[in-house]
Nanobody, 120 residues
Framework: QVRVVESGGGLVQTGGSLRLSCAAS???????MGWFRQAPGKEREFVAG???????EYTDSVKGRFVISRVNAENTVYLQMNSLKPEDTAVYYCATKPGGGILYGGYLYWGQGTQITVSS
């Protein structure tokens, strides 16, 4: 079993920035890591994903504002969120899976989530 723990959530004003961190207890070789979010009353959606080698993918609504990065030696992934909007308010989840396949799905191990609230 892989334990995934997010940190860095909180309250921020519109236009502000936050950085989320996620640490995995252990990983398979060449694993992917991703961020998802779920707003009240909505389904969970893919936000960003990153491969072992640094390939990235983003949902359209965050392109140009969010940046995903990782430190493989530390089993850690980050999500730098800039120019935040009220519609970014959600619980953000980190997830990991063995590498390969699509970056926006198929994740096996999930964190508990961290709340991001963007005030207008």
């Amino acid at each position: 079993q892989v334990r995934v723990v997010e940190s860095g959530g909180g309250l921020v004003q519109t236009g502000g920035s936050l950085r989320l961190s996620c640490a995995a207890s252990r990983t398979a070789s060449y694993y992917d890591m991703g961020w998802f979010r779920q707003a009240p009353g909505k389904e969970r959606e893919f936000v960003a994903g990153i491969t072992w080698s640094g390939g990235t993918e983003y949902t359209d609504s965050v392109k140009g504002r969010f940046v995903i990065s990782r430190v493989n030696a530390e089993n850690t992934v980050y999500l730098q969120m800039n120019s935040l909007k009220p519609e970014d308010t959600a619980v953000y989840y980190c997830a990991t899976k063995p590498g390969g396949g699509i970056l926006y799905g198929g994740y096996l191990y999930w964190g508990q989530g961290t709340q991001i609230t963007v005030s207008s």
